[in-house]
């Protein structure tokens, strides 16, 4: 992605972030109803919400928004980059959305939530956070990167594994804190989201699971299912 993408019918628009590896994206109330469910993607987000800060961790499954709409902001880190910023490992975040209160010092939080209150965007003042972070932590691990690369080509993990000279125990313990699940939880939510990708741009089924790495239509459809809670041709109305 390389440009700002135009905002959605579900009020939601994001563009590239400063920071290599995340992406900056916002969200307006568009209505009951207009909000699909939050799909396993294997990223994490830190999130401004009506005066609330809040980490999103790696989900294994659909999470529906609960509430009235609201005005959302975040900082979405690609697979295995947020620990490294965020001073958390994401298995202990997996599946929930908690207060950023209860990851880092009270002091810290409410600096920068005085200072997202000051800025004219909540989106950039959060960039800019995630900036200062990643100056003090450092760049992600480059074998974790390369992992998801190969993951996300279709690659199998244990060929992927070899090739990064990890061996089974190691590779998924290394997992587990940067990614939130093992490497073929990562596999399964990365080949979901490349079905997506696929399906959303009109590709028939049977031919976005074969390009996607599933041994048929059914196999898709089971993952789909499992993954995002709803049939795949009732996910395409309205998901992230």
Do not use: N
Not at 29 to 47: E, F, K
Not at 128 to 145: F, I, N, S, W, Y
């Amino acid at each position: 992605m390389s440009a700002e993408e135009p905002v959605r019918a579900d009020g939601y628009a994001q563009r590239p972030a400063r920071l290599p590896g995340a992406v900056v994206w916002t969200k307006t109330p568009a209505g009951p109803g207009a909000s699909g469910p939050v799909l396993p993607d294997g990223c994490m987000d830190l999130l401004w919400s009506e005066g609330r800060l809040l980490v999103a961790g790696p989900d294994t499954r659909a999470f529906d928004p609960a509430g009235p709409p609201a005005h959302w902001a975040g900082v979405r880190f690609f697979p295995g980059t947020a620990p490294g910023y965020l001073g958390v490992p994401a298995h202990e975040l997996r599946d929930r959305r908690v207060d950023l209160s209860e990851l880092w010092p009270a002091a810290a939080v409410r600096r920068l939530r005085e200072r997202i209150e000051a800025a004219p965007s909540a989106a950039a003042a959060l960039e800019e956070a995630v900036l200062d972070r990643a100056a003090e932590a450092g760049p992600p691990d480059p074998l974790l990167g390369a992992l998801v690369a190969a993951l996300d080509a279709g690659r199998p993990v244990g060929v992927s594994a070899d090739a990064l000279g990890l061996g089974a125990r190691r590779l998924h313990r290394r997992a587990l804190a940067a990614f939130g699940y093992g490497p073929k939880t990562l596999a399964r939510v990365l080949r979901l989201q490349r079905a997506l990708r696929l399906a959303r741009a009109g590709v028939p089924y049977a031919e976005c699971a074969a390009r996607a790495g599933f041994a048929d239509q059914a196999h898709l459809a089971r993952d789909v299912k499992e993954l995002a809670g709803r049939p795949l041709g009732v996910l395409l109305g309205g998901a992230r």
